[in-house]
């Protein structure tokens, strides 16, 4: 995937808008939500380089204990559009990569990170 340019939609989810929508501040990936939870199932069990490949750049990357790895996407406007250092409250993806980097768990949030 390196070496191509990423597709343009994943199912019904319009991935070039996306990756397009940084932090979630335009609120574009809101509206996406329901296209990419029909889509969790495809993604489940691919490396994180694919994934960002797919989804973008993650918002926030975390790593946990055991080589866990967590990509953070925003899903509409809030705190971290003014300040990204900040905690934000904004609704949110969480996609957990376990120790070998294969996408093993999506889970949603609205709390501060």
């Known amino acids: 995937m390196a070496c191509s340019t990423p597709p343009d939609r994943l199912g019904k989810l319009d991935l070039k808008k996306w990756r397009g ?11 996406l939500l329901d296209d990419f939870k ?5 993604l489940m069990g691919k490396l994180a380089d694919d994934v960002g490949g797919l ?11 055991r080589n866990l790895k967590f990509y953070v996407y925003f899903l509409e406007k809030g705190a971290q559009c003014d300040n ?4 934000s409250e904004a609704q949110k993806v969480i996609l957990k990569f376990n120790a070998v980097g294969l996408l093993s768990e999506i889970t ?6």
């Not at 029909?38 to 495809?42: G, L, P, R, Y």
Request: aromatic share 2%; net charge positive.
């Open 21 to 31: 929508d940084r932090g979630g501040c335009k609120n574009e990936r809101k509206a």
């Open 38 to 42: 029909a889509e969790q199932k495809t």
């Open 55 to 65: 989804l973008g750049r993650p918002d926030i990357q975390q790593l946990g204990e």
């Open 84 to 87: 990204p250092a900040g905690k």
């Open 108 to 113: 949603y949030q609205t709390r501060p990170l």
